[in-house]
């Protein structure tokens, strides 16, 4: 387990990074195509990571839960996969799918929308208002393994708050999980 520490490249207020990445649906997407989203939840991510998979029944329902809000959802892997063939193209593309993902999956193979970001681990959660402002980083919940016993549910309770058009109650959190792989 490592953590994310703080006051690195992005910082909060900063704006979203740009990216044009290739999905698991086979096309591009870049930062303009969610230009008019309210919200925008980048989050660094892969396959294997057990950290990920713990969490990534929470971001379905979370995309699910604010999408009538103008919430948009974007995972990206940025991992190794000649290191990490768990984390290949084709095998997002099967992960995904059996996981019901109801969000664009994107390939980082260069890794450049990580550096850019400045991401260490997966799960990294980073939330974006309309202005693709920061207004959040940091992790899910307290709780990776079981959603229910978090008692602190920090990406939930920042979109929340953007939502609402109120301050993020803790802005910043430290990520837990597993690093990139970087090559």
């Not at 969610?34 to 989050?43: E, P």
Request: aromatic letters at 10%.
């Amino acid at each position: 387990m490592e953590m994310k520490t703080h006051g690195l490249k992005l910082n909060l207020g900063d704006k979203a990074p740009d990216f044009n990445l290739i999905g698991i649906d086979d096309k591009n997407r870049s930062l303009s195509e969610f230009k008019n989203k309210n919200i925008l939840v980048v989050v660094f991510m892969c396959n294997h990571c057990p950290y990920v998979q713990a969490n990534t029944e929470r971001l379905i329902m979370m995309q699910k839960e604010f999408a009538g809000s103008g919430v948009q959802f974007v995972g990206i892997n940025s991992n190794d996969e000649k290191l990490y063939s768990e984390d290949s193209f084709d095998k997002m593309k099967v992960y995904a799918r059996i996981r019901g993902f109801n969000f664009p999956y994107l390939r980082d193979a260069d890794q450049k929308v990580a550096k850019a970001y400045d991401a260490q681990c997966t799960p990294e959660v980073y939330v974006f208002d309309k202005e693709k402002k920061l207004r959040y980083h940091g992790r899910i919940d307290d709780n990776y393994q079981d959603s229910g016993a978090a008692k602190s549910h920090d990406l939930k309770d920042a979109i929340a708050a953007i939502v609402e058009g109120k301050e993020v109650p803790r802005p910043l959190t430290n990520a837990i999980g597993c690093s990139i792989k970087w090559v």
